[in-house]
């Protein structure tokens, strides 16, 4: 079986058909355009992190800088969370109006500050209301809607078939799938059986989502579901190369880990996009979370994770970056790949693994 295909959402072309799956806190435009240059040419379609209607709708400024993206991260979805028919109807206009390829509704997010307020995940318990809302959506934009989902709220109420299918109906156009209940948040494996049965049974693409790390892990999933697209979320943040190395491996080339010195590289250049983006303090907070997962695996990772960790701005954060580089490259350590050579994604496979989901 191919490794990669292209898939329609509506017709929009995504090719090849590999998504970055939103992340709250993550996937923001500094993030997917790092990710799409890691990775040029092969990542199919960028998600934002979630924004809320009642931000949006309420015209709260932070809400709608959320919505920023550069021209060249298309195509684009931007996804929006809530629970009201009518805000989520003018939420997605507001999306539309900014030029966005694909607006996305959030139905499996198990936060229970959303939750509770009858969105995210809850979205999938209230499968009435839910229809209601796509449909008014579906009147109010001509962009493709997109949904993402969970395959239930718990494993006594798994109604991801069900749900797809009334989407599908409901006019739209993609449901990406995360094989997780509510209820098992981020724990155990994710269902790529359920996410195959919902493949067979709607005609609109679908996008299976948990626990992509790897081409290993690429190619068994798509095996198994025969999904039209995969989604990586976690895997991306390890490894924002990932996506290229699976399109390679498609046409049985092979992307080497990238070394220490590449990924150094990708964190100085990942400083850029967050100052091009938020305040100082902002960007030096999510530039110290980004480090401190990029260099597991490093040579003396543990004290660098720590010295990284005491630093409060991008300049002494860097400082750190260029010291440890200077003693690595003096050990002639920068021109190698992270431990263990198949690199950072090699210990959440590992420990996927041990959950045995592989
Ligand atoms: C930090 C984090 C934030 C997330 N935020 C969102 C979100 O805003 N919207 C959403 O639909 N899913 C969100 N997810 C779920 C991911 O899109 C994805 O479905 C899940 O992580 C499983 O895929 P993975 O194993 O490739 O990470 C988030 C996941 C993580 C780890």
Redesign the pocket.
Known sequence: MSLVRSFRIGTLEIAPGLVL??????TDMAFRRLVRECSAGAVGLVVS??ISIEGLTRNDLKTHRMLRYHPGEHPISI?IFGSDIDRMAEAAALVQATGVDVVDI?C??PAPKVVKKGGGAELLRRVAHLERMLRQVRREISVPLTL?IRTGWDEDAINCVEVAQMAEAAGVAMVMV?GRTRVQL?TGA?DWDLIGEVKRAVGIPVIG????VSVATARSRWERSAADGL?????AMENPWLFRQIAAAQAGAVVPEPTVHERLAALRRYRVLLEEMYPLPVAAARLRGMTCRTVKGFPGAPALREAVTRTRTCDELAAELDRFESRAASESRVGEPPRRGRGLTAAFVASTDERGSL
């Open positions: 799956a939103p992340m709250s806190g993550v992190e979630f996804q959030n499996g997010c993402k995360h981020y994710a989502c948990g626990d992509v989604a990586i979320g976690r895997g």
